[in-house]
């Protein structure tokens, strides 16, 4: 079992950042692959970024892009989303997740993840 508590959401405006942790616990978080991934009302939960285990490995979601950097901090067991140059469509839940069967391998579909937080609502105005 891993247990995942995301933080940071908020109300922002456009062009503004926000940080968002990804505090676990349980099963070791140091040795898996962690995701973001984002819910609109109304819309599939997406992809947005994934780290590998030791950080050497990131992908993004195109919209994503060159405006969000994901980290971690494994001495912590802690993952981070730092998002720059927020949109109005960034406006999501955002949720971390887990796959506990990869180490380098970065799955972009939901399905290949195990454990979910909670999520944390992200909102930007225009």
């Known amino acids: 079992q891993v247990h995942l508590v995301e933080r940071g959401g908020g109300l922002v405006q456009a062009g503004g950042s926000l940080r968002l942790s990804c505090a676990a616990s349980?099963?070791?978080?140091?040795?898996?692959?962690m995701g973001w991934f984002r819910q609109a009302p109304g819309m599939e939960r997406e992809f947005v970024a994934a780290?590998?285990?030791?950080?050497?490995?990131?992908d993004y979601a195109d919209p994503v892009k060159g405006r969000f950097t994901v980290s971690r901090d494994n001495a912590k067991n802690t993952g981070y989303l730092e998002m720059n140059s927020l949109k109005p469509e960034d406006t999501a839940v955002y949720y971390c997740?887990?796959?506990?069967?990869?180490?380098?391998?970065?799955?972009?579909?939901?399905?290949?993840?195990?454990?979910w937080g909670q999520g944390t609502q992200v909102t930007v105005s225009s």
């Open positions: 997740a887990v796959d506990v069967h990869a180490t380098e391998t970065l799955h972009t579909e939901k399905s290949e993840y195990d454990y």
């Open positions: 349980g099963r070791t978080f140091s040795a898996v692959v």
């Open positions: 780290i590998s285990w030791n950080g050497g490995i990131t």
